[in-house]
């Protein structure tokens, strides 16, 4: 099953049951995995979680604060905390990639590595479960992203739309339960659809 194109059709473009069987087998794959790639909020968020993100192979998995389907996406803000086992640097380069926009050329390609690479970046003191770690913080004009491990076990990555001015520390903790999750993300997909 492609992300993608799962992605793509959460707005109505399959038959109702062919995206509900579809999105009950991404379930499932989320609840086998949950225990091995943990899941992690802000401590200090008050409003809504849901499942964000999810590679297939389990090897990244988000939680977006707040709702990853607005019904305006150009205003709806947009926080997804990512868990991944791969280099953290790399999921924020291809996500700072996202917003620059896929390249036409090879030496569009570059010049846009060479911007990333340029990126002014800081130090970003965080908690993750209580332990402190070490983040790098990117801070553009419409958004952020901050980059660390979760005791040199997991990366962790933080994709947030708008500006970051303040740099105080951050407070992750794993969600014990992704169900929740995971019925809030249901929620939002039959809303987006117009099922609900």
Not at 4 to 25: I, K, L, S, V
Not at 90 to 114: C, H
Not at 156 to 167: E, K, P
Not at 174 to 187: F, G, K, M, S, T
């Amino acid at each position: 099953m492609n992300w993608q194109t799962y992605a793509m059709d959460f707005a109505g473009f399959m038959p109702p049951d062919a995206f509900w069987a579809m999105n009950d087998e991404l379930e499932e794959r989320v609840r086998h995995a949950a225990e091995r790639l943990p899941l992690f909020r802000l401590e200090d968020w008050g409003g809504p979680l849901m499942l964000g993100s999810w590679q297939m192979d389990a090897s990244e998995g988000g939680v977006v604060h707040g709702n990853a389907f607005p019904a305006n996406p150009a205003t709806g803000p947009l926080l997804e905390v990512i868990t991944t086992t791969r280099d953290p640097l790399e999921v924020v380069r291809n996500r700072w990639q996202a917003i620059a926009g896929p390249p036409k050329s090879l030496e569009e390609l570059q010049s846009q590595s060479a911007t990333f690479a340029a990126h002014t970046h800081e130090h970003l003191s965080a908690m993750v479960d209580g332990v402190p770690a070490d983040f790098t913080l990117w801070n553009g004009t419409d958004y952020w992203f901050a980059a660390g491990a979760a005791a040199g076990s997991y990366g962790i990555v933080i994709d947030a739309r708008g500006n970051r001015s303040d740099t105080q520390a951050m407070d992750l903790r794993r969600i014990p339960d992704v169900e929740p999750l995971l019925q809030a993300r249901r929620a939002a997909l039959k809303a987006a659809r117009g099922e609900a």
